[in-house]
């Protein structure tokens, strides 16, 4: 195993964990699993590929895409999450579920079943020498913004005031809501934030894997799988079991080509069977 | 069927036993099952009366595109009705059943294309191949409530899936593109019925429809025997279920593998019907759908599932091929679960005891 395949590792981990540090916050809030974040994520790419089809360039689209998906997670939370918050949570669950089909389909009725290639900035689309190796410069660009991402994630969610909120209301709803922190207004900020770090992964996603109707479903099982390995609701667990993944995964198809599609099921088996309760000790 | 445990047992001595197990539990059958014989009886009738009366649906449908949607939403509708089962009586909701009817269908495949056995111990070893394996998954899942078990389902049905498409595992899955199923020599039939028998929707029929009136009686005695309320009470509450002396891990077991049963039932059918299974009958496509079907249907009720599972296929036959089915089935899934809790049946039924209470309440009046 060499330097570039640890850092194809470390690029497939990073989109992993901008998707389920996402998802890990919405149901952190909501205790809602989002079935919807693959299609939101798909979303965030055919945006990137409609903004930059438009004449738009790639770093703009790295903000619009993202916005574009806030509008919808602003959407997702005004016109069901907070409707339905006396429901079960299943129930809810089982509606974004629904709402990924719809989204899924209405891509395809608009921009049509074909794949299409997003190419990456001029400054970026060359190769950069890693310790020696000569490695694509995007996806070096992808495992920065990733890390940067993380990094300010955390930071926020612990230094600032509405991230003394999200970690209030994640832990106790009703009790926060008694001490005075308007929930749903917290809710909003945190559906339309991983809405926005989905469309963000699709962005990075768009060049890196070119864009196509299935790539949402494909990546949502894994997903899944992250933040139930690194314990359900938990950041930093599906931060750290993302990166996790997406060495073993790179790991599996250096060692196991023809079983390596097989590593993420695996890895969710052997977890479960040892550590019932993920990376973060959160119980499934 | 007959495996259901009649009574839950535990081997811990700090638990408390049960109070009414003393003294008469083992000799009378009638309290250690919990039915009574005469509704036993009465469900039997209907049950039988149903099955007769569902024979003659092919004198009724003379059109065979829709005998194919009646034959096909039964055979999915046995699966639905099972994942329907879990998801009423123990509160568990599935996106992991494609495991049991994709495993059992590939069973059947490989069992008489590749060793050569005869349909019906091919069926059998399939079924019973479907069932172990929802004991070996249900093992390691079924502590979990909620998405845990919605998510940990829904990996290993795809897990399987991608097992089956390996390409170090295509002599005997063909990978992506299938397998046939071939039947040892030309004479051999499925009690009775030739392998272009099997293909025709109405000569397939009474197979089907037999299937799921017996799946459906038989789950409708689980529900009502002892076994089935124990499900419910942990189902309502597990801790104190738990609390009262029930071991509440078996029962869930159980359930998990009853209703893994009746999705390795519909995979045998479906490859008999279908005489050929690819890696589709384990995909997330399927996955998603039945469980749509079965909500929308309406899981409160036992035959609800079935109905969606029906409307389903007719829904698919219909939107399949301009590609919008995804776009309503979305739409569908959204509508039931907002607006109505008990799907469609249950909408039905709501509707009808509305009814009965509004004439009830006139002739009250006119009376009075």
Same mark, same amino acid.
């Given at each position: 195993?060499?330097?570039?395949?640890?850092?194809?590792?470390?690029?497939?981990?990073?989109?992993?964990?901008?998707?389920?540090?996402?998802?890990?916050?919405?149901?952190?809030?909501?205790?809602?699993?989002?079935?919807?974040?693959?299609?939101?994520?798909?979303?965030?790419?055919?945006?990137?590929?409609? #903004?930059?089809?438009?004449?738009?360039?790639?770093? &703009?689209? /790295?903000?619009?895409?993202?916005? *574009? +998906?806030? =509008?919808?997670? $602003?959407?997702?939370?005004?016109?069901?999450?907070?409707?339905?918050?006396?429901?079960?949570?299943?129930?809810?669950?089982?509606?974004?579920?629904?709402?990924?089909?719809?989204?899924?389909?209405?891509?395809?009725?608009?921009?049509?079943?074909?794949?299409?290639?997003?190419?990456?900035?001029?400054?970026?689309?060359?190769?950069?020498?890693?310790?020696?190796?000569?490695?694509?410069?995007?996806?070096?660009?992808?495992?920065?913004? #990733?890390?940067?991402?993380?990094?300010?994630?955390? &930071?926020? /969610?612990?230094?600032?005031?509405? *991230? +003394?909120? =999200?970690?209030? $209301?994640?832990?106790?709803?009703?009790?926060?809501?008694?001490?005075?922190?308007n929930v749903d207004r917290v809710s909003l900020v945190v559906v339309c934030l991983g809405g926005a770090l989905a469309g963000l992964a699709g962005t990075l996603a768009a060049p890196y894997f070119a864009v196509s109707p299935g790539m949402g479903q494909s990546i949502l099982i894994t997903v899944l799988i992250v933040v139930v390995v690194g314990g359900i609701g938990s950041v930093g667990g599906a931060m750290a079991a993302a990166l996790l993944l997406g060495l073993v995964q790179i790991m599996g198809n250096v060692w196991l080509p023809s079983a390596a599609v097989l590593v993420p099921y695996a890895l969710l088996i052997v977890v479960l069977l040892w550590?019932?309760?993920?990376?973060?000790?959160?119980?499934? | 069927?007959?495996?259901?445990?009649?009574?839950?047992?535990?081997?811990?001595p700090t638990v408390v036993p049960k109070p009414d197990d003393g003294g008469r539990g083992m000799l009378d059958s009638r309290v250690s099952v919990g039915l009574q014989r005469r509704v036993v009886l009465r469900g039997l009738i209907v049950a039988a009366v149903v099955l007769v009366a569902g024979l003659f649906v092919p004198d009724l449908i003379t059109s065979s595109y829709y005998m194919g949607v009646a034959a096909d939403g039964v055979v999915l509708g046995i699966m639905a009705i099972g994942i329907g089962f879990l998801a009423n009586r123990s509160g568990l909701i599935s996106l992991g059943h494609t495991a049991f009817y994709g495993g059992s269908a590939?069973?059947?495949?490989?069992?008489?294309?590749?060793?050569?056995?005869?349909?019906?111990?091919?069926?059998?070893?399939?079924?019973?191949?479907?069932?172990?394996?929802?004991?070996?998954?249900?093992?390691?899942?079924?502590?979990?409530?909620?998405?845990?078990?919605?998510?940990?389902?829904?990996?290993?049905?795809?897990?399987?899936?991608?097992?089956?498409?390996?390409?170090?595992?295509?002599?005997?899955?063909?990978?992506?593109?299938?397998?046939?199923?071939?039947?040892?020599?030309?004479?051999?039939?499925?009690?009775?019925?030739?392998?272009?028998?099997?293909?025709?929707?109405?000569?397939?029929?009474?197979?089907?429809?037999?299937?799921?009136?017996?799946?459906?009686?038989?789950?409708?005695?689980?529900?009502?025997?002892?076994?089935?309320?124990?499900?419910?009470?942990?189902?309502?509450?597990?801790?104190?279920?738990?609390?009262?002396?029930?071991?509440?891990?078996?029962?869930?077991?159980?359930?998990?593998?009853?209703?893994?049963?009746?999705?390795?039932?519909?995979?045998?059918?479906?490859?008999?019907?279908?005489?050929?299974?690819?890696?589709?009958?384990?995909?997330?496509?399927?996955?998603?759908?039945?469980?749509?079907?079965?909500?929308?249907?309406?899981?409160?009720?036992?035959?609800?599932?079935?109905?969606?599972?029906?409307?389903?296929?007719?829904?698919?036959?219909?939107?399949?091929?301009?590609?919008?089915?995804?776009?309503?089935?979305?739409?569908?899934?959204?509508?039931?679960?907002?607006?109505?809790?008990?799907?469609?049946?249950?909408?039905?039924?709501?509707?009808?005891?509305?009814?009965?209470?509004?004439?009830?309440?006139?002739?009250?009046?006119?009376?009075?």
């Amino acid at each position: 195993m060499n330097l570039a395949q640890v850092l194809n590792g470390l690029a497939l981990g990073a989109l992993l964990m901008i998707l389920s540090s996402g998802l890990a916050l919405i149901y952190g809030l909501r205790g809602v699993m989002n079935f919807s974040h693959g299609a939101l994520y798909m979303l965030g790419a055919y945006f990137a590929y409609e #903004a930059t089809n438009q004449g738009l360039s790639f770093w &703009l689209a /790295l903000i619009v895409a993202p916005l *574009g +998906l806030a =509008i919808v997670g $602003a959407a997702l939370e005004l016109g069901f999450f907070r409707r339905l918050q006396r429901r079960s949570h299943i129930e809810v669950g089982l509606v974004t579920f629904g709402i990924a089909l719809v989204i899924n389909r209405v891509i395809v009725l608009i921009w049509g079943d074909d794949t299409h290639p997003v190419s990456a900035p001029k400054a970026v689309d060359g190769t950069t020498n890693v310790f020696g190796t000569d490695y694509p410069t995007y996806r070096l660009l992808i495992i920065v913004v #990733a890390l940067a991402m993380a990094a300010a994630l955390v &930071l926020w /969610l612990r230094n600032s005031r509405v *991230g +003394l909120h =999200i970690r209030a $209301a994640s832990h106790d709803t009703e009790t926060s809501g008694i001490l005075g922190i308007n929930v749903d207004r917290v809710s909003l900020v945190v559906v339309c934030l991983g809405g926005a770090l989905a469309g963000l992964a699709g962005t990075l996603a768009a060049p890196y894997f070119a864009v196509s109707p299935g790539m949402g479903q494909s990546i949502l099982i894994t997903v899944l799988i992250v933040v139930v390995v690194g314990g359900i609701g938990s950041v930093g667990g599906a931060m750290a079991a993302a990166l996790l993944l997406g060495l073993v995964q790179i790991m599996g198809n250096v060692w196991l080509p023809s079983a390596a599609v097989l590593v993420p099921y695996a890895l969710l088996i052997v977890v479960l069977l040892w550590r019932p309760t993920g990376i973060a000790g959160k119980r499934v | 069927m007959s495996s259901v445990p009649t009574a839950v047992q535990t081997d811990d001595p700090t638990v408390v036993p049960k109070p009414d197990d003393g003294g008469r539990g083992m000799l009378d059958s009638r309290v250690s099952v919990g039915l009574q014989r005469r509704v036993v009886l009465r469900g039997l009738i209907v049950a039988a009366v149903v099955l007769v009366a569902g024979l003659f649906v092919p004198d009724l449908i003379t059109s065979s595109y829709y005998m194919g949607v009646a034959a096909d939403g039964v055979v999915l509708g046995i699966m639905a009705i099972g994942i329907g089962f879990l998801a009423n009586r123990s509160g568990l909701i599935s996106l992991g059943h494609t495991a049991f009817y994709g495993g059992s269908a590939y069973g059947l495949a490989i069992a008489t294309t590749h060793w050569g056995w005869s349909p019906t111990s091919a069926a059998l070893f399939a079924i019973v191949g479907g069932t172990l394996l929802a004991v070996a998954i249900g093992a390691l899942v079924i502590r979990s409530t909620g998405f845990g078990f919605l998510m940990l389902t829904l990996a290993f049905g795809q897990a399987l899936y991608a097992v089956s498409t390996l390409t170090s595992v295509r002599s005997v899955t063909g990978a992506f593109d299938g397998i046939s199923v071939t039947y040892p020599s030309d004479s051999t039939t499925f009690l009775g019925l030739s392998q272009a028998d099997l293909g025709q929707p109405d000569t397939f029929w009474p197979l089907a429809w037999i299937c799921l009136v017996v799946v459906a009686f038989a789950l409708w005695l689980v529900g009502r025997s002892r076994f089935g309320v124990t499900l419910e009470a942990i189902r309502e509450n597990e801790e104190r279920a738990r609390f009262s002396g029930y071991n509440t891990y078996l029962p869930r077991l159980g359930a998990f593998a009853i209703s893994g049963a009746c999705a390795s039932i519909a995979g045998v059918l479906f490859a008999l019907k279908a005489s050929y299974v690819s890696p589709d009958v384990l995909g997330f496509q399927l996955a998603g759908d039945s469980l749509i079907a079965t909500i929308v249907g309406g899981f409160t009720i036992l035959i609800g599932p079935a109905i969606g599972a029906v409307l389903y296929i007719y829904a698919q036959g219909k939107f399949g091929d301009t590609g919008n089915l995804e776009l309503y089935m979305g739409l569908a899934l959204i509508v039931a679960v907002i607006f109505l809790p008990g799907g469609v049946t249950g909408w039905v039924v709501e509707q009808l005891r509305r009814l009965r209470t509004l004439t009830a309440g006139r002739k009250e009046a006119r009376r009075s």
